[in-house]
């Protein structure tokens, strides 16, 4: 059963994005998440979409970095996301969600747009989507107090392999 997208700040209730708090990664992310609910909840849509398209340009940076990419300060969101396609670090269906809020995102910036409440939640889900599986890409061991971040193909059969690999000295965490 697919989670419903419930709003933190309407209803003083769990925000949608707790998967981001745990991690020193993406805490920041986390806040402006937040921000994001927030926006939707007060019907400022084009506020919500502009957090978007910011906090998506410092996730495909974090993307690149994980991947050991270096990304020169001048480099365009746009630059990014070029990048991360060229190596296929982020699923297809995700880095297309990835251009679409990244232009909503423009467009909120630079036109005087009205959007709906339901062109809004679809941007949140979408946007849910992106955290969550970037968030699962991300794949955490332990060994000796030491945590290694392997930036992973997000397919079972990696995973697994992964695991099998370092089952004799790893706690998949």
Same mark, same amino acid.
């Given at each position: 059963?697919?989670?419903?997208?419930?709003?933190?700040?309407?209803?003083?209730?769990?925000?949608?994005?707790?998967?981001?708090?745990?991690?020193? %990664?993406?805490?920041?992310?986390?806040?402006? /998440?937040?921000?994001?609910? #927030?926006?939707?909840?007060? +019907?400022?849509? %084009? @506020?919500?979409?502009?957090?978007?398209?910011? @906090?998506?340009?410092?996730?495909?940076?974090? @993307?690149? %970095?994980?991947?050991?990419?270096?990304?020169? +300060?001048?480099?365009?969101?746009?630059?990014?996301?070029?990048?991360?396609? $060229?190596?296929? &670090?982020?699923?297809?269906?995700?880095?297309?969600? &990835?251009?679409?809020?990244?232009?909503?995102?423009? %467009?909120?910036?630079?036109?005087?747009? #009205?959007?709906?409440?339901?062109? /809004?939640? #679809?941007?949140?889900?979408?946007?849910? +989507?992106?955290?969550?599986?970037?968030? /699962?890409?991300?794949?955490?061991?332990?060994?000796? $107090?030491?945590?290694?971040?392997?930036?992973?193909?997000?397919?079972? $059969?990696?995973?697994?392999?992964?695991?099998?690999?370092? /089952?004799?000295?790893? $706690?998949?965490?």
């Amino acid at each position: 059963m697919e989670k419903s997208i419930v709003m933190a700040g309407c209803c003083h209730m769990e925000s949608n994005f707790e998967f981001l708090k745990g991690d020193t %990664d993406t805490i920041d992310l986390y806040k402006t /998440a937040r921000e994001i609910e #927030e926006n939707y909840c007060k +019907e400022r849509y %084009d @506020v919500e979409n502009i957090l978007i398209r910011k @906090v998506l340009e410092q996730v495909v940076k974090m @993307v690149l %970095d994980f991947n050991y990419i270096n990304v020169h +300060e001048s480099s365009t969101f746009n630059d990014c996301l070029r990048t991360s396609k $060229n190596h296929s &670090f982020i699923p297809s269906k995700i880095l297309k969600q &990835f251009y679409e809020l990244k232009n909503i995102g423009n %467009d909120s910036v630079h036109n005087i747009v #009205e959007y709906s409440h339901s062109e /809004a939640l #679809e941007n949140l889900k979408k946007f849910h +989507e992106i955290g969550f599986t970037v968030k /699962a890409m991300t794949c955490n061991f332990l060994y000796s $107090n030491i945590t290694l971040k392997i930036i992973c193909n997000i397919s079972q $059969n990696r995973l697994y392999l992964i695991k099998r690999l370092f /089952a004799d000295g790893f $706690n998949f965490v």
